[in-house]
């Protein structure tokens, strides 16, 4: 499968926080690069190696259609390590360590159903367990990133909180949309 065809482990997350928000980045780059090729620059990037850790490490699943870049993988175990900044992890942040997981998996070879999060806030390890729930889930998310089109953006997302901080905004005009009582109009 071509690189452009797999979906980002990232993009996972990211489609969670808002599937909208993902599609603006998708189709009109508000993060001012281009997402996709962005990670693939990554892809050619060494990979290095201290101890029983590898760090920033890029694989590919044909399997599950994902790709992604692990911070940190504790490669006597095959574990990847996820850091975020907080002091809480999500949802989000829990598919996306499925996706390393799985990512982990196809290339080693060997089971890997329990990945870490690091949070820094707290300076803690979480040991996540890999579901076959969580797996399906990555997968519907999978599919409905893959079935993204132009002329279709998502809906805006229910939370408006979460629309205070978002870098896509001033495209969405979340305010302005949810006046008109639907999503889609100002792109129509
Ligand atoms: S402004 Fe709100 S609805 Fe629009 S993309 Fe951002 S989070 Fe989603």
Redesign the pocket.
């Known amino acids: 499968m071509k690189r452009e065809n797999l979906v980002n482990a990232n993009s996972l997350n990211q489609y969670l926080?808002?599937?909208?928000?993902l599609?603006?980045q998708k189709y009109y780059d508000t993060i001012g690069e281009n997402y996709y090729l962005r990670d693939g620059e990554i892809k050619h990037k060494n990979k290095g190696r201290r101890g029983g850790w590898t760090r920033e490490i890029y694989l590919e699943s044909e399997k599950y259609g994902i790709h992604g870049k692990i911070d940190v993988l504790e490669s006597n175990l095959n574990i990847p390590v996820e850091r975020k900044r907080g002091k809480y992890y999500r949802e989000n942040d829990i598919i996306q360590l499925t996706a390393y997981c799985l990512l982990v998996e196809e290339n080693s070879g060997e089971k890997t159903r329990s990945g870490i999060i690091y949070l820094h806030g707290t300076d803690e390890r979480h040991r996540i367990q890999i579901t076959k729930s969580r797996i399906e889930k990555l997968k519907r998310i999978v599919k409905e990133i893959k079935n993204f089109r132009l002329e279709q953006p998502p809906k805006?997302?229910a939370n408006?909180n979460?629309?205070q901080k978002?870098?896509?905004?001033k495209?969405?005009?979340?305010k302005e949309?949810r006046m008109l009582g639907e999503?889609n109009e100002q792109l129509e």
């Open positions: 926080y808002c599937p909208r928000r599609w603006y805006i997302v408006k979460k629309c978002c870098s896509a905004r495209y969405c005009m979340p949309s999503t």
